[in-house]
Protein backbone atom coordinates (compact mmCIF):
# COMPACT_ATOMS: atom_id res chain seq x y z
CA UNK A 1 0.00 0.00 0.00
CA UNK A 2 2.69 2.47 0.93
CA UNK A 3 4.47 2.04 -2.55
CA UNK A 4 1.50 2.79 -4.50
CA UNK A 5 0.85 6.14 -2.55
CA UNK A 6 4.40 6.95 -3.06
CA UNK A 7 4.02 5.92 -6.66
CA UNK A 8 1.07 7.90 -6.76
CA UNK A 9 2.58 10.90 -5.37
CA UNK A 10 5.78 10.36 -8.14
CA UNK A 11 2.92 10.49 -11.07
CA UNK A 12 1.35 13.35 -9.67
CA UNK A 13 4.51 15.55 -9.33
CA UNK A 14 6.08 14.04 -12.37
CA UNK A 15 2.57 15.32 -14.69
CA UNK A 16 2.23 18.76 -12.90
CA UNK A 17 5.78 20.17 -12.79
CA UNK A 18 7.55 17.93 -16.25
CA UNK A 19 6.63 19.50 -19.35
CA UNK A 20 8.69 19.79 -23.01
CA UNK A 21 10.67 22.51 -24.32
CA UNK A 22 8.51 25.66 -25.69
CA UNK A 23 9.55 27.90 -28.17
CA UNK A 24 8.05 31.25 -28.65
CA UNK A 25 6.18 32.38 -32.01
CA UNK A 26 7.31 34.41 -34.84
CA UNK A 27 6.50 37.82 -33.62
CA UNK A 28 2.94 39.45 -35.16
CA UNK A 29 2.81 43.15 -35.31
CA UNK A 30 -0.01 44.81 -33.63
CA UNK A 31 -2.12 46.95 -35.45
CA UNK A 32 -2.98 49.46 -32.60
CA UNK A 33 0.84 49.91 -32.14
CA UNK A 34 0.85 50.86 -35.66
CA UNK A 35 -1.94 53.24 -36.04
CA UNK A 36 -0.53 55.02 -33.32
CA UNK A 37 3.19 55.18 -34.51
CA UNK A 38 1.23 56.40 -38.04
CA UNK A 39 -1.05 59.02 -35.78
CA UNK A 40 2.67 60.41 -34.45
CA UNK A 41 3.87 63.16 -35.76
CA UNK A 42 7.61 62.18 -35.45
CA UNK A 43 10.90 61.91 -37.23
CA UNK A 44 11.55 58.38 -38.84
CA UNK A 45 14.54 56.80 -36.75
CA UNK A 46 16.27 53.86 -37.25
CA UNK A 47 17.31 50.90 -35.11
CA UNK A 48 20.96 49.84 -33.13
CA UNK A 49 21.08 46.99 -31.36
CA UNK A 50 19.36 45.68 -28.44
CA UNK A 51 21.45 44.59 -25.39
CA UNK A 52 20.77 42.87 -22.37
CA UNK A 53 23.62 43.61 -20.58
CA UNK A 54 25.46 40.68 -21.53
CA UNK A 55 23.21 38.29 -20.13
CA UNK A 56 22.83 36.53 -23.87
CA UNK A 57 19.27 35.46 -22.49
CA UNK A 58 17.48 32.93 -24.68
CA UNK A 59 15.67 31.37 -22.60
CA UNK A 60 13.38 31.09 -19.60
CA UNK A 61 12.77 27.99 -17.16
CA UNK A 62 9.32 27.45 -16.58
CA UNK A 63 8.26 25.38 -13.42
CA UNK A 64 12.17 24.71 -13.01
CA UNK A 65 11.67 21.99 -15.72
CA UNK A 66 10.71 23.30 -19.26
CA UNK A 67 12.51 25.99 -21.22
CA UNK A 68 10.69 28.63 -23.04
CA UNK A 69 13.07 30.06 -25.66
CA UNK A 70 12.94 31.62 -28.92
CA UNK A 71 12.51 29.43 -32.17
CA UNK A 72 16.07 30.72 -34.27
CA UNK A 73 17.88 31.08 -30.81
CA UNK A 74 18.09 34.98 -30.74
CA UNK A 75 17.98 36.30 -27.64
CA UNK A 76 15.20 38.08 -25.73
CA UNK A 77 16.54 41.40 -26.57
CA UNK A 78 17.07 40.77 -30.41
CA UNK A 79 13.69 39.39 -30.51
CA UNK A 80 12.64 42.42 -29.55
CA UNK A 81 14.64 44.58 -31.24
CA UNK A 82 13.01 42.86 -34.51
CA UNK A 83 9.92 43.29 -33.27
CA UNK A 84 9.92 47.04 -32.71
CA UNK A 85 11.99 47.16 -36.45
CA UNK A 86 8.92 45.75 -37.55
CA UNK A 87 5.93 48.05 -36.18
CA UNK A 88 8.27 51.03 -36.95
CA UNK A 89 8.67 49.32 -40.55
CA UNK A 90 4.89 49.05 -40.96
CA UNK A 91 3.91 52.36 -39.92
CA UNK A 92 6.75 54.29 -42.52
CA UNK A 93 8.38 55.42 -39.39
CA UNK A 94 11.30 53.40 -39.98
CA UNK A 95 14.87 54.58 -42.17
CA UNK A 96 17.70 53.08 -42.29
CA UNK A 97 19.89 55.86 -43.23
CA UNK A 98 18.31 58.29 -39.97
CA UNK A 99 20.54 60.03 -37.51
CA UNK A 100 18.35 59.14 -34.79
CA UNK A 101 18.94 55.55 -34.15
CA UNK A 102 17.04 54.17 -31.13
CA UNK A 103 18.71 51.19 -28.80
CA UNK A 104 17.74 49.60 -25.80
CA UNK A 105 18.95 47.43 -23.17
CA UNK A 106 16.49 44.82 -21.46
CA UNK A 107 17.22 45.19 -17.35
CA UNK A 108 15.39 42.22 -16.57
CA UNK A 109 12.70 39.80 -17.81
CA UNK A 110 10.56 37.41 -15.87
CA UNK A 111 8.47 35.20 -16.71
CA UNK A 112 5.93 33.11 -13.91
CA UNK A 113 3.01 30.81 -14.49
CA UNK A 114 1.92 30.68 -11.08
CA UNK A 115 -1.80 29.93 -10.80
CA UNK A 116 -3.93 32.98 -10.37
CA UNK A 117 -0.62 35.41 -11.32
CA UNK A 118 1.36 34.60 -14.41
CA UNK A 119 2.87 36.96 -16.00
CA UNK A 120 5.80 38.18 -18.47
CA UNK A 121 7.18 41.16 -17.12
CA UNK A 122 9.83 43.29 -19.34
CA UNK A 123 11.70 46.24 -17.29
CA UNK A 124 13.73 48.07 -20.41
CA UNK A 125 16.05 51.02 -21.34
CA UNK A 126 15.57 52.97 -24.37
CA UNK A 127 18.10 55.39 -25.49
CA UNK A 128 18.03 57.86 -28.55
CA UNK A 129 21.98 59.02 -30.37
CA UNK A 130 20.17 62.43 -29.46
CA UNK A 131 21.32 61.70 -25.82
CA UNK A 132 17.54 60.91 -24.59
CA UNK A 133 16.70 57.75 -22.68
CA UNK A 134 13.93 56.57 -20.76
CA UNK A 135 12.79 53.06 -18.22
CA UNK A 136 9.75 51.05 -19.14
CA UNK A 137 8.24 48.51 -17.01
CA UNK A 138 5.92 46.11 -18.66
CA UNK A 139 3.56 43.73 -17.21
CA UNK A 140 1.33 41.63 -19.43
CA UNK A 141 -0.73 38.97 -17.71
CA UNK A 142 -2.09 35.76 -18.74
CA UNK A 143 -4.50 32.57 -17.22
CA UNK A 144 -1.76 29.54 -16.29
CA UNK A 145 -2.79 26.18 -15.36
CA UNK A 146 -1.88 23.54 -12.51
CA UNK A 147 -0.33 21.53 -15.02
CA UNK A 148 2.96 21.84 -16.23
CA UNK A 149 2.44 21.49 -19.44
CA UNK A 150 -0.38 23.35 -19.96
CA UNK A 151 1.10 26.45 -17.72
CA UNK A 152 4.37 26.05 -19.98
CA UNK A 153 2.68 26.24 -23.50
CA UNK A 154 0.46 29.31 -21.62
CA UNK A 155 3.63 31.15 -21.53
CA UNK A 156 5.20 30.10 -24.50
CA UNK A 157 1.94 31.83 -26.16
CA UNK A 158 1.79 34.59 -24.45
CA UNK A 159 4.70 36.06 -25.14
CA UNK A 160 4.15 37.53 -28.59
CA UNK A 161 1.37 39.96 -26.84
CA UNK A 162 3.75 40.58 -23.92
CA UNK A 163 6.10 41.86 -26.61
CA UNK A 164 3.35 43.79 -28.19
CA UNK A 165 2.27 45.32 -24.81
CA UNK A 166 5.80 46.11 -24.44
CA UNK A 167 6.31 48.27 -27.50
CA UNK A 168 2.93 49.68 -26.87
CA UNK A 169 4.30 51.09 -23.10
CA UNK A 170 7.48 52.32 -24.79
CA UNK A 171 5.73 54.11 -28.00
CA UNK A 172 3.41 55.37 -25.37
CA UNK A 173 5.62 56.69 -22.64
CA UNK A 174 5.62 60.28 -22.33
CA UNK A 175 9.43 60.46 -23.08
CA UNK A 176 9.16 58.54 -26.69
CA UNK A 177 8.79 61.72 -29.08
CA UNK A 178 12.36 63.23 -27.02
CA UNK A 179 14.03 59.82 -28.23
CA UNK A 180 13.13 60.79 -31.84
CA UNK A 181 13.41 64.75 -31.81
CA UNK A 182 16.67 65.76 -33.89
Same mark, same amino acid.
Request: charged letters at 20%; aromatic letters at 10%; hydrophobic letters at 40%.
Given at each position: ????????????????????????????????????????????????????????????????????????????????????? /?? =???????? *? !?? &????? +???????????????????????????????????????????????????????????? /?? =???????? *? !?? &????? +?
Amino acid at each position: MKNVVLSGLVFGFMVLFTGCANKVHTYSPNTANIMHLKSMDINKVTVGTFTDSGRNERKVMCRLATPVGTASGKTFASYIQDAFI /QE =LLLADKYD *P !NS &KIVIT +ANLDYIFGSTMLGNAYWEFKVTVKSSNGESCKVDSKYDYESSYLATSACSEMQRSFVPAV /QK =LISDIINN *P !NF &KKLLS +A
